[in-house]
């Protein structure tokens, strides 16, 4: 069964960047398109943005464009993202998630939900 | 941006109730909507995809409806491990928003 595995948690200074890392067991990462996803505590999911892993090519929402970068190391099938410029509002669990869509080598990307998530990272800005 | 708005925001069901959670776009998205169920200190888990597939695995007591911009998560009957938080999420354009959630807990 696919699933992912992201880093634990991490604390960070204000101004400071952090780096969430997500492995994939038990399919291969360039298979399918990988999204990021934040909750703040007690809040609704955010989407971040998507790469696509055999490419990596991305696309960021734009609340985050100038602030987030997705990247990928597919020797070792794991995603990265990582956040700079941190404030206590970036205060959240981060969560990876692999997009149900086979990931086209060619054409229009698809996408249609979310079907394997990692566990989290919570992530504290203070 | 498609805003998506859920509603109720809580709702309170007992054990055997059917129920229904509603999720309104500010865009037709056709059928590109698909809901989560999401329990506290866990990671959301997919139930629904195209607005009205069933996700494998997931119990058939739960179906999803709509196209367009009115979307409909039903569940037949409900059971204990029913009581969580539901989000409904559009797939259609960039950003793919998230509704604001459906709290359901037990009457």
């Known amino acids: 069964q696919a699933q992912l595995v992201q880093s634990g948690a991490e604390v960070k200074k204000p101004g400071a960047s952090v780096k969430v890392s997500c492995k994939a067991f038990t399919y291969t990462l360039s298979g399918y398109h990988l999204h990021w996803v934040r909750q703040a505590p007690g809040q609704g999911l955010e989407w971040m943005g998507w790469?696509?892993?055999?490419?990596?090519?991305?696309n960021y929402a734009q609340q985050f464009q100038g602030r987030v970068i997705m990247t990928r190391e597919m020797s070792i099938g794991t995603a990265y993202m990582e956040l700079s410029s941190l404030t206590s509002e970036d205060s959240a669990v981060y969560y990876c998630a692999r997009d149900r869509e086979v990931l086209k080598w060619f054409g229009v990307p698809e996408f249609s939900a979310m079907d394997v998530w990692g566990q989290g990272t919570a992530v504290t800005v203070s | 941006a498609i805003q998506l708005t859920q509603s109720p925001s809580s709702l309170s069901a007992s054990v055997g109730d059917r129920v229904s959670i509603t999720c309104r776009t500010s865009?037709?998205?056709?059928?590109?909507l698909a809901w989560y169920q999401q329990k506290p200190g866990r990671a959301p888990k997919l139930l629904i995809f195209d607005a009205s597939i069933l996700q494998s695995g997931v119990p058939s007591r739960f179906s999803g409806s709509g196209s367009g911009t009115y979307f409909t998560l039903t569940i037949s009957s409900l059971q204990p491990d029913d009581f969580a938080t539901y989000f409904c999420?559009?797939?259609?354009?960039?950003?793919?928003?998230f509704g604001q959630g459906t709290k359901l807990d037990i009457k």
């Open positions: 865009q037709d998205i056709s059928s590109a």
């Open positions: 790469i696509n892993p055999h490419t990596g090519g991305t």
């Open positions: 999420q559009q797939f259609n354009n960039f950003p793919f928003s």
